[in-house]
Every structure is written in structure tokens, then in C-alpha cells.
């Protein structure tokens, strides 16, 4: 089973569709119309969506601090490998997040 299937919404009926819509942005994959295209992490911890189609960052979803901690819960029952648990955390990585950033 890959890492994309393992975290599929239909393997998880409490799964938000705006859980799942960013799950499959991080992962690359289309599970929800519209689908995200890309996401950011502003510098206080805000989170931010880009749709299909659209030009800018025009979705509020929420604190990143809320994302993380759904998708630490998400990760522990999906019982990921030390393999699948590096690849997500390599592509979780790809987000920009400018919290990360230095003034």
C-alpha cells in the first residue's frame, strides 16, 4: 500500500474534506474538487491555500498549529514505516513557511 493510499479519506470517515483536500496538496494528489494546489504557513502561523486555477493565496483554513496536531494523530493511526513517516516529512517540508524565515 502506498503512502497516499494508506492516508485516503476512505480509509478514515471522521476526515474532514478540508482535511483531505490538504493531505492530498502535501501528497500531490487531486482527492477533491476543487483541489489545492499549493499551501503556505504565514509567519504568525496562519494557514493558507492556493486553488486549482487561481493565481494567489486566497483560502484562510486556519492555524497550522491545528494542522500539525490532526495530522500527528492522522500519521500514528495510519501506522506508517520509518520509510513512509520520512517521505511525508520530506514533502510536509516543501511548504513554505515563513515562520521559518529570519528578519
Given at each position: 500500500?502506498?503512502?497516499a493510499?494508506?492516508?485516503?479519506?476512505?480509509?478514515?470517515?471522521?476526515?474532514s474534506g478540508k482535511?483531505?483536500?490538504?493531505?492530498?496538496?502535501?501528497?500531490?494528489?487531486?482527492w477533491?474538487?476543487?483541489?489545492?494546489?499549493?499551501l503556505?504557513?504565514t509567519?504568525?502561523?496562519g494557514l493558507?491555500a492556493?486553488?486549482?486555477?487561481?493565481i494567489?493565496?486566497n483560502?484562510?483554513l486556519?492555524s497550522?498549529?491545528?494542522?500539525?496536531r490532526?495530522?500527528?494523530?492522522?500519521l500514528e493511526?495510519?501506522?506508517?514505516?520509518?520509510e513512509e513517516?520520512a517521505e511525508w516529512d520530506?514533502?510536509?517540508?516543501?511548504?513554505t513557511?515563513w515562520?521559518?524565515?529570519?528578519?
Amino acid at each position: 500500500m502506498t503512502l497516499a493510499e494508506k492516508l485516503h479519506p476512505s480509509r478514515y470517515t471522521e476526515m474532514s474534506g478540508k482535511m483531505a483536500a490538504i493531505v492530498a496538496c502535501i501528497l500531490r494528489e487531486k482527492w477533491t474538487e476543487p483541489a489545492m494546489a499549493e499551501l503556505c504557513i504565514t509567519s504568525d502561523g496562519g494557514l493558507l491555500a492556493r486553488m486549482e486555477g487561481d493565481i494567489g493565496f486566497n483560502d484562510f483554513l486556519g492555524s497550522v498549529y491545528d494542522l500539525e496536531r490532526n495530522v500527528s494523530n492522522l500519521l500514528e493511526v495510519a501506522e506508517l514505516t520509518k520509510e513512509e513517516r520520512a517521505e511525508w516529512d520530506r514533502l510536509y517540508a516543501e511548504i513554505t513557511d515563513w515562520r521559518r524565515v529570519s528578519v
